[in-house]
Each structure stands twice: as structure tokens, then as C-alpha cells.
T-cell receptor, first 113, second 114 residues
Framework: AQSVAQPEDQVNVAEGNPLTVKCTYS??????LFWYVQYPNRGLQFLLK??????LVKGSYGFEAEFNKSQTSFHLKKPSALVSDSALYFC???????????FGDGTTLTVKP | GAGVSQSPRYKVAKRGQDVALRCDPI?????LFWYQQALGQGPEFLTY????????KSGLPSDRFFAERPEGSVSTLKIQRTQQEDSAVYLC????????????FGSGTRLTVV
């Protein structure tokens, strides 16, 4: 079975400060890891993914994520937060030969001016 | 089309009524997924198609739920004899074949059973 944990329901940061949204996972075999973002009244959008290779992956809107195999983590980061980054963020994992992705319960990011 | 299209956007059903939710994926996307999202929670897997073959339906909560994709393109999720606990947002997503592709989601259908 595969699972994802997002330990923080809410993350608050000031505009211009760095942000981190945490995610840990459990899966058999090699993990394929994803971050999605959901803005109010809009569908989920793909942000970035880790498949293999460099542990630091870069995605849309200046976001990046760091894969740590020993800690089974895939934290989302951004060096300088914007108010427009305020949204609901979901981490997801997909195992080798697994059709489905399993999602965490989401973390609400609020960036204050 | 340019994105994944779901219809209707909103559906209010009386308890016991049957409903059908439609998903039109991105052209060329082999894989199609249905998820259920309750308020304040992450999407929960329902079922998965590769072309017209339903490869995994382990997430369907009961035999009242049925999904099909007869020609490997448009998919329909049908819920028979709806109950209040079926109230949720139903999300459809499509992707290219392979575990390493991210999903493109539709805007969802919000089902309210009264």
C-alpha cells in the first residue's frame, strides 16, 4: 500500500520569506512523487514531479522540491513567497507499476503581505 | 480540447435518484482517473482506465458506483440510488501512459444529495 502524510494543515509565511510545505510518503519500490496546487474555485494543477536523478527538482511558478530517500520526504520549497502563492497544496505518490496516485490531505498556504 | 472537461459543474440530486457524471479527457491521454474529494480532504481514488480497459476499480465505495469508458475517450461515472454520503466533488484526471506523468485535472463536479 502507498500513503502520503502532510503533517501541517496550515502554513503561514510573510511575503518575501522562504516557505516550506512538508510531505512524507510510504510506497513499495521506487517512488514517483508529485505536488499539485489548488486555487480557490479552480481545479488541481500539476506543479512538479520527482522521477529519478537530481534530488532537487524545479517546477512552475518558482517552486522546487527536495527528495530525501532516507527520510522518505519530498518537501515543497520556494525561496521568496508571494501573496499569490496562497492556495491549497497536495503531495501525491505513485509506486512503480501502480496506476493510481495517492494524495495527502493537503496543506493550506497563506502568504501575508 | 485544451483541457479536461467535466459536466455538469454542479448537480443536486434527491436521495435515491441516479446520476451520471461525464468526463472528456485531453485528446491522446491514454489514462483516465476518477477521484472523490470530500470537503477539507485530499482526493480519494475511485477507479482507473487505460484506454477502454478498467484496470483498477478498488476505490469504488459500493456497487452503486459504476464507471465506463467504452471507446477509450469520454468516461461516465454513474451513481445509482444516491445517498447523502455521496455528496462530494468528483474529479476526473487524465495523463499519458506511465507512472512518471502528472495528471491534468478537470474542474470537478460538485454533487449534493438532498
Amino acid at each position: 500500500a502507498q500513503s502520503v502524510a502532510q503533517p501541517e494543515d496550515q502554513v503561514n509565511v510573510a511575503e518575501g520569506n522562504p516557505l516550506t510545505v512538508k510531505c512524507t510518503y510510504s510506497v513499495s519500490g521506487n517512488p514517483y512523487l508529485f505536488w499539485y496546487v489548488q486555487y480557490p474555485n479552480r481545479g488541481l494543477q500539476f506543479l512538479l514531479k520527482y522521477i529519478t536523478g537530481d534530488n532537487l527538482v524545479k517546477g512552475s511558478y518558482g517552486f522546487e522540491a527536495e527528495f530525501n530517500k532516507s527520510q522518505t520526504s519530498f518537501h515543497l520549497k520556494k525561496p521568496s513567497a508571494l501573496v499569490s502563492d496562497s492556495a491549497l497544496y497536495f503531495c501525491a505518490v505513485r509506486g512503480t507499476n501502480a496506476g493510481k496516485s495517492t494524495f495527502g490531505d493537503g496543506t493550506t498556504l497563506t502568504v501575508k503581505p | 480540447g485544451a483541457g479536461v472537461s467535466q459536466s455538469p459543474r454542479y448537480k443536486v440530486a434527491k436521495r435515491g435518484q441516479d446520476v451520471a457524471l461525464r468526463c472528456d479527457p485531453i485528446s491522446g491521454h491514454v489514462s483516465l482517473f476518477w477521484y472523490q474529494q470530500a470537503l477539507g480532504q485530499g482526493p480519494e481514488f475511485l477507479t482507473y482506465f487505460q484506454n477502454e480497459a478498467q484496470l483498477d476499480k478498488s476505490g469504488l465505495p459500493s456497487d452503486r458506483f459504476f464507471a465506463e469508458r467504452p471507446e477509450g475517450s469520454v468516461s461516465t461515472l454513474k451513481i445509482q440510488r444516491t445517498q447523502q454520503e455521496d455528496s462530494a466533488v468528483y474529479l476526473c484526471a487524465s495523463s499519458l501512459a506511465g507512472e512518471y506523468y502528472g495528471y491534468t485535472f478537470g474542474s470537478g463536479t460538485r454533487l449534493t444529495v438532498v
